[in-house]
């Protein structure tokens, strides 16, 4: 099994930081892709940012310039680390990890989601 813990949500004033963390544990040979996504009331979830083996980035249009992502990979751990913040960032962001445990399982596997609230 593959477990993931999120920290690092709150509440921040329009202008303010915040950085998540998402460990991931458990029986992983290898990590494919680690994301961050976010879902607002009444909206779809949307990705925020991923980083790939090779550390390769993708973002959302809105998180360009002001987010950040990064891993560890000796942690099995991603970043994200959100500056500016603005209050349409305000949603339950969910970490995801995307791999393999044991010789071929593939996993797909979804954090509990943290809750970022910006106050304008």
């Known amino acids: 099994q593959v477990q993931l813990v999120e920290s690092g949500g709150g509440l921040v004033q329009a202008g303010g930081s915040l950085r998540l963390s998402c460990a991931a544990s458990?029986?992983?040979?290898?990590?494919?892709?680690m994301g961050w996504y976010r879902q607002a009331p009444g909206k779809q979830r949307e990705l925020v940012a991923v980083?790939?083996?090779?550390?390769?980035?993708n973002y959302a249009d809105s998180a360009k310039g002001r987010f950040t992502i990064s891993r560890d990979n000796a942690k099995n751990t991603v970043y994200l680390q959100m500056n500016s913040l603005l209050s349409d960032d305000t949603a339950v962001y969910y970490c995801?990890?995307?791999?393999?445990?044991?010789?071929?399982?593939?996993?797909?596997?979804w954090g509990q989601g943290t809750q970022v609230t910006v106050s304008s």
């Open positions: 980083i790939t083996n090779g550390d390769n980035t």
């Open positions: 458990g029986s992983i040979s290898r990590i494919n892709a």
């Open positions: 995801n990890v995307k791999g393999r445990r044991g010789w071929n399982t593939l996993f797909d596997k």
